[in-house]
């Protein structure tokens, strides 16, 4: 199976991951309407990790000898990007109006594309701004029903959508830098080790159970194996070989396929300005794996952090 997905381009990866997670909210937006977002987060978390148990020792083994600054970027993956994050976000729509996070989402891959450049030292070639502004202004249409009248309500969903965009795209980078140094299913234990302890140091915060019912259980551990562990291992092996820059774009599959999901499954009904983004976001994507030479420059040798 390795051997055969060693031939796919790893930005095809990284979109059919985020495919799946776009899917996310088939099971999710139902989930949220009776319970909490930290107890969702939670449950995920110790499904994944009972799955990836025979992995931790060696994975955390080899995160250590990578260095602090690795332990400092597992850490900051699996607590900030797998588990405030996915928090801070569905909060955001409890507490604001749809708009407001949507638009605000939209710093992430900008936050990917700076910290990959400041981080991992690499640098975007002049035609990368021919794919990153298109699928930017791509996301935006499909986003906005009237893409020039946005608005944003309210100061506390403004902080958590913009609190999590920054952590998600901060994930790219440091995931990306795991990734040189450690195997993929050992930066996914990481990640979902670290998740869990952040997952569950949230809870008496929050004040919330850490399970719910068995029937609402079951389909957490549905929401883990599938947007959790089948996608982000994909996205992993993925991104070992794939630039960050090139990753934060083609990550825009999600918003995507969950823009569809809405389209198809919930009823939504776009019009002709989404549909455009639609076309626009999946054209930029689609020419990635053929174009990912020519717009980023990636240093010949990994960069050494400070240790």
């Known amino acids: 199976m390795q051997l055969r997905l060693a031939s796919v381009p790893g930005v095809v990866l990284i979109s059919l991951a985020a495919s799946m997670w776009g899917l996310d909210a088939l099971i999710r937006k139902p989930l949220a309407d009776s319970v909490s977002a930290t107890t969702i987060v939670f449950g995920e978390h110790v499904v994944l990790v009972a799955l990836t148990l025979p992995l931790l020792v ?20 699996g607590a900030g990007a797998s588990a405030i ?3 801070l976000f569905t909060q955001a729509f409890i507490h604001g109006d749809v708009i407001t996070v949507v638009v605000l989402q939209k710093a992430q891959p900008l ?9 991992l030292r690499e640098q975007p070639r002049p035609g990368f701004a021919w794919f990153l502004l298109p699928a930017l202004a791509g996301i935006w249409l499909i986003a906005l029903p009237h893409p020039l009248d946005p608005h944003a309500q309210g100061l506390t969903p403004i902080l958590e959508t913009l609190g999590a965009a920054a952590l998600w795209g901060m994930g790219t980078v440091l995931g990306r830098l795991l990734a040189r140094r450690l195997a993929f299913e050992h930066v996914t234990t990481v990640r979902f080790a670290f998740g869990l302890v952040a997952s569950a140091c949230a809870l008496p915060i929050v004040g919330t159970a850490a399970f719910s019912s068995a029937h609402d259980s ?8 599938v947007t959790g562990l089948l996608a982000l ?17 083609g990550e825009l599959a999600f918003p995507v396929t969950a823009t569809l999901v809405g389209i198809y499954v919930f009823d939504s009904r ?8 639609i076309v626009v976001t999946v054209g930029v994507i689609g020419l990635l794996p053929a174009r990912r ?9 990994e960069p050494v952090l400070a240790t």
């Open 85 to 87: 994050a996915t928090i």
């Open 270 to 277: 776009p019009n002709w300005t989404q549909w455009l983004g």
């Open 58 to 77: 060696p994975a955390l083994r080899s995160l250590w000898r990578a260095g602090p600054a690795y332990v400092a970027a597992g850490v900051a993956v």
């Open 233 to 249: 291992s994909l996205y992993y092996y993925g991104l070992q070989r794939t630039p960050a820059l090139l990753a934060a774009i």
């Open 293 to 301: 030479r020519q717009i980023v420059k990636v240093p010949a040798t």
């Open 111 to 119: 936050v990917a594309v700076v910290g990959a450049w400041l981080l």
């Open 218 to 225: 079951a389909w957490i551990a549905l929401l883990a194996l």
